[in-house]
């Protein structure tokens, strides 16, 4: 039972265009989400991250929008840059009953920006 | 900055034997991490610990098994090792909702 999906394993932009990613979740308990990037033979790096409380969160050239309703958050890099050619999850997290944070993962997106 | 390190890059093993994976971080968070990754499937979680000598399974537990007597090192074992665990194995510690991430151990078992 995959929670959130990625439903695009790969994506090509061009170098100054805008990429969008897009996530989907499923379940209503999640209130926290997540994006990270990762570079091959690297681990993934934290990117940005948004509220349930919120629709939108900037910074600087990344954005992530929030769709509740709707259960979909989406990332948009705008200029899109070669540097941000990686593998892009999204990740969707909610206390549990114990009050541990329960993270789960989406497949990934492989964004590759042409010059 | 936050370092967290892995034992081993790469790591080849053969059937059954007993596989020891180490991660260290120097942040001293409470919350610490085991996922695989594979192709298709995106990370998932194995085992979790929110504090030392604690330890909670993840969505994928099976085969593996974890330690953690130190706040700083967290290790996973893999009891006796599976061609079908063959995968990338990443450790993450957190303090608040994002996690740091090792660079990751690429494990072949043959």
């Not at chain 2, 790591?11 to 996922?35: A, I, P, S």
């Not at chain 2, 303090?95 to 991430?101: D, E, I, V």
Request: glycine share 6%; net charge positive.
């Amino acid at each position: 039972d995959q929670q959130v999906k990625q439903n695009s394993p790969s994506l090509s932009v061009q170098e100054g265009r805008i990429s969008i990613l897009n996530c989907d979740y499923t379940n209503s308990m999640f209130d926290y989400f997540l994006w990270y990037k990762k570079y091959p033979a690297e681990g993934p790096t934290f990117l940005i991250s948004i509220s349930s409380i919120k629709d939108k969160n900037e910074d600087g050239r990344f954005t992530v929008f929030l769709n509740k309703s709707a259960k979909h958050l989406s990332l948009h890099i705008v200029p899109s840059q070669p540097g941000d050619s990686a593998v892009y999850f999204c990740a969707a997290s909610y206390s549990n009953s114990g009050g541990y944070q329960k993270v789960t993962f989406g497949t990934g997106t492989k964004l590759q920006v042409i010059p | 900055d936050v370092k967290v390190t892995q034992s081993s890059r790469y790591l080849v093993k053969r059937t059954g034997e007993k596989v020891f994976l180490e991660c260290v971080q120097d942040m001293d968070h409470e919350n610490m991490f085991w996922y695989r990754q594979d192709p298709g499937l995106g990370l998932r979680l194995i085992y979790f610990s929110y504090d030392v000598k604690m330890k909670e399974k993840g969505d994928i537990p099976e085969g593996y098994s974890v330690s953690r007597e130190k706040k700083e090192r967290f290790s996973l074992i893999l009891e006796s090792a599976s061609t079908n665990q063959t995968s990338m194995y990443l450790c993450a510690s957190s303090l608040a909702r994002s996690q740091y991430f090792g660079p990751g151990t690429r494990l072949t078992v043959t």
